[in-house]
């Protein structure tokens, strides 16, 4: 490798990425050329015993920086889908002594995401540390910042510690910190008036911090005080927190070459390392239970040691790299070690993979025979996954047992429970004991069901198509929101399901919800929502469409609006008493899209967007809850979507033959104490106190004496008294009708008033053509009012249309083939009025006749 390059690599999904950063301007150098960065994915060929290419990508850089430098690469979760992705961080200097920092996504289509950047006026040599979010955490002079690509703000920790050795997240806490924090002598819990030998070792002392919390969680039974001083790296094992108070395993490497085992602040195992000077520990399950530390050390040495006895397995000498992953695809970990080759400018040349039992692969020849290779390699790679099979069949059967001796504990104290009521006894049933009898009826009533289908060949990695995972809880039900950057297929062809988070041999068990999906307009649009279709027990999936015709109609045609006019959400709705009866469980939201090729031929294919989690202590929190505050009863784009799909939806037309209705804006504002929504002017939220305070409304005005009116109510007592305050200030002889939306009668409605507009647009033409417009229009409502009255047959409604078309046309020909003189603009704006509307009725038609 040049001078001119630099070069990174990591593993990831058992694959190796190696990251190069060539033909640009790097630390030392002045500016020459455009900075490339390639990226190559390498995978193991067992068969021929080497690494061979995959895929390859790239990305450029622009010209205005300088004096490249790449910080790090690894892996970290996405918080808006919480999937593991590929990153890489690089440093260049833009102008006066600025750095400029960029964290860059790597998807699995090769392509680079810049997720992250940020400037600064120093540069960050050492103590960095990328979390998930992805976070970057650095330490300048004696104070650490960190910035996030949620807030994408610099952050100034409260907390003054004097080293990091440990990140992650901890459940039910989130991301925190381990670190070693200035204790000064005057501050309470210190040793009074230690001696001057003691002041290195009593002047440290280690604490875990809360980054969300901005607190000190916990500063005791993590290590004693007596190792703080000696302690070069930490890696934590396990954490959960007994009776409010955090508990750890963790390992630690020592200025004096051990490999130390905490449990709960307290020495358990001491293992003397072979090599002098440890910097870093990874762990690796070897399968069958047998996890291993390996220990990477300055000098390009590493070793490996037994978890269960804490002896050294194996060691290396001359190591560049030590990486961890399934490299053979064997459902196992094996530790792939990297060693310099002075003779070869390729990483890959010289390694070794082991898993320190059965499986060694070598670069060297004279590591295996070749008879062996093909003999032997089968059989280890077949009985290892038999015995996890026979391993997990057991715990199985345990976990099997247990339940049928729960459910028999549980009916015995239901018995018990009934008979002391009928008895008139008293109950004496514990807490622990009643939490189990809420559990049996929440576990009854549950509406999980059974996946059989084979979805992981059909499943595809979100990458870009999603935006944003969001979800709320409202009353008993919880809803959760997905919103897309852009979907190339119809709207009804697309479905949000959620299936529960299980083992990963297990099926697929999807949880009874209704999927809708929502279009708002950030202006003025059509009525938004959609109508559900409940996953039956046969079916098991969500079927979907949408609540207004046109804005079906919408979904299907060919010039769309801008995305920044049209906000869209995918929304799945589900009751949330049945899950409660888990305590704390994990959803996986599936985006199901159904495309049609050009031979008619359905193909489904299912997006995993990603995870969420829930808890009784979230709830008794009030995370997640939706609330309304007095200020400002929508404070995010995603309660107001919570409530279209969560409450009940109700759509009326309304008809005064004899006054306008301007009546309406006036009982929404007054009467009803509504407030427009300034993002979403189309929506009204009621703040009228009471029952009412919640209710959404959307008013269309389509004529002056005719509009449709949408009711999105918490249950229909509301909708009820809705309606009867409305009715008393409509004007007389008014009245409602009731649409169900996405049905046949309201289809047909719509397509006999695009045949109206299409009539009077060709009446426009020329005043010759009046009569035939008002002829025909008084026709169109005949057949409009005989289609409500009596809902014919779909093939009677086919041919009806084919007699009104086939009547259009003879009609144009007749007028407009006389000899009428228009100017030219006003020609061509008129035709392209008529196609328009001539291409809404058609895909009306189209509607009714695909019913």
């Known amino acids: ?69 790449i ?22 200097i833009k102008k006066s002594n600025v750095f400029r920092y960029f964290l860059l996504f790597l998807h699995s289509t090769n392509k680079f995401e810049k997720r992250l950047s940020f400037s600064l006026h120093c540069e960050l040599k050492d103590s960095i540390r990328i979390l998930n979010g992805p976070l970057v955490l650095w330490r300048h002079v004696q104070t650490f910042f960190y910035i996030s690509s949620q807030t994408g703000k610099v952050v100034t920790m409260s907390i003054k510690f004097s080293s990091i050795e440990w990140a992650g997240e901890i459940e039910n806490v989130g991301m925190v910190l381990l670190g070693r924090k200035r204790c000064n002598l005057s501050e309470e819990g210190c040793t009074p008036q230690p001696s001057k030998s003691d ?59 051990q490999l130390i085992s905490f449990q709960n602040g307290t020495p358990k195992s001491v293992c003397q390392l072979p090599f002098g000077d440890p910097c870093a520990v990874q762990l690796m399950d070897s399968g069958g239970g047998d996890l291993l530390f390996v220990i990477s050390f300055r000098a390009s040495d590493a070793c490996a040691v037994w978890e269960k006895n804490f002896q050294v397995a194996a060691k290396w000498e001359k190591v560049s790299s030590v990486l961890i992953d399934d490299f053979l695809g064997t459902g196992t970990e094996q530790v792939l070690l990297l060693f310099k080759d002075p003779l070869n400018s390729d990483c890959l040349s010289s390694f070794k993979i082991t898993d320190l039992d059965n499986l060694n692969y070598s670069s060297e020849s004279l590591d295996y025979n070749e008879d062996e290779l093909f003999d032997g390699k089968e059989n280890y790679l077949v009985v290892p996954p038999l015995e996890r099979r026979l391993k997990v069949g057991l715990v199985s059967v345990q976990e099997l047992q247990q339940h049928l001796l729960l459910k028999e504990k549980i009916i015995s104290k239901s018995y018990k429970a009934l008979m002391n009521l009928f008895q008139g006894k008293d109950d004496s049933t514990s807490s622990a004991e009643e939490e189990c009898l809420a559990t049996l009826c929440g576990e009854e009533e549950n509406p999980v069901y059974t996946f059989d289908e084979k979805l992981s060949d059909n499943f595809q990695d979100s990458e870009q198509l999603v ?15 997905v919103k897309t950057t852009s979907l190339k297929v119809s709207l009804n062809h697309v479905t949000l399901s959620l299936s529960m988070d299980q083992a990963p041999n297990s099926s697929f068990l999807l949880i009874k919800c209704q999927s809708r999906v929502i279009k708002l307009s950030r202006k003025s649009s059509p009525v938004p929502g959609s109508v559900p279709y409940e996953i039956g027990s046969e079916v098991k999936k969500t079927k979907l469409s949408v609540d207004s015709a046109e804005e079906k109609q919408e979904s299907i045609v060919f010039v769309q609006p801008s995305e920044k006019e049209y906000v869209q959400m995918i ?28 031979g008619n031929h359905s193909a489904t294919r299912y997006v995993q967007c990603g995870r969420i989690a829930l808890s ?53 504002l007054e009467h009803m104490e509504c407030e427009v929504i300034k993002e979403f002017p189309e929506i009204c ?10 209710t ?118 007749q007028k407009l083939g006389t000899n009428l003189k228009v100017s030219g603009a006003l020609y061509r704006e008129m035709t392209l009025k008529l196609a328009e509307v001539q291409l809404k009725s058609d895909l009306a038609a189209q509607k009714v006749t695909d019913l």
């Not at 939706?626 to 919570?642: G, N, Q, R, S, V």
């Not at 939220?685 to 919640?694: A, L, Q, V």
């Open 571 to 598: 929304t799945a709705v589900t009751s949330l008493s049945p899950l409660l009866a888990f305590g704390n469980f994990c959803c996986i939201v599936l985006l199901q899209i159904r495309e049609r090729d050009n």
């Open 685 to 694: 939220f009621c703040k009228r106190p009471g029952s009412f305070y919640g």
């Open 696 to 813: 959404l409304f959307n008013w269309k005005q389509r004529t002056p004496f005719e509009g449709i009116l949408i009711v999105y109510s918490r249950n229909q007592t509301v909708l009820f008294q809705c309606l009867h305050n409305l009715s008393s200030v409509l004007p007389i002889n008014s009245f409602f009708k009731y649409l169900k939306l996405g049905s046949e009668d309201f289809l047909i409605g719509h397509l006999g008033l695009a045949l109206e507009k299409e009539l009077v647009i060709l009446g426009s033409f020329s005043s010759a053509l009046v009569k035939v417009e008002s002829n025909l229009v008084q026709s169109c409502e005949a057949s409009k009012e005989k289609t409500s009255g009596d809902v014919a047959a779909l093939s009677d409604i086919e041919e009806s249309i084919h007699a009104y078309r086939k009547e259009l046309q003879r009609e144009k020909k």
């Open 1 to 69: 490798m040049s001078s001119n390059e630099q070069e990174r690599l990591f593993c990831y999904n058992g694959e190796v990425l190696v990251f190069r950063l060539s033909k640009g301007n790097f630390v030392d150098e002045g500016p020459t050329k455009t900075t490339v960065l390639h990226v190559r994915r390498m995978v193991f060929d067992r068969g021929t015993g080497v690494f061979v290419q995959k895929s390859t990508g790239f990305f450029r850089i622009k010209e205005e920086y300088s004096h490249l430098r």
């Open 467 to 481: 935006e944003k995972i969001w979800y709320r809880v409202i009353e008993d039900s919880l809803v959760v929101g």
């Open 199 to 257: 002041y290195a070792t009593w002047n440290t002392q280690f604490c875990v911090y809360s980054l969300e919390r901005e607190e000190v969680i916990s500063d005791t039974y993590i290590i004693p005080p007596v190792y703080t001083s000696v302690i070069t790296c930490v890696h934590v094992c396990a954490t959960e927190i007994v009776n409010n108070r955090l508990r750890m395993s963790l390992i630690a490497l020592t200025q004096k070459n």
């Open 71 to 92: 910080i790090g690469c690894n892996c970290v979760s996405d918080f808006r889908t919480g999937i593991n992705l590929p990153y890489i961080m690089i440093q260049c």
């Open 616 to 668: 009784l202590e979230d709830l008794s929190s009030g995370k997640y809850l939706l609330t309304f505050p007095k200020k400002k009863p929508i404070e995010h784009m995603e309660d107001l979507f919570a409530l279209l799909a969560a409450w009940q939806r109700a759509c009326f037309q309304i008809i005064s033959p004899s006054y306008a209705l301007t009546s309406m804006k006036v009982w929404l």
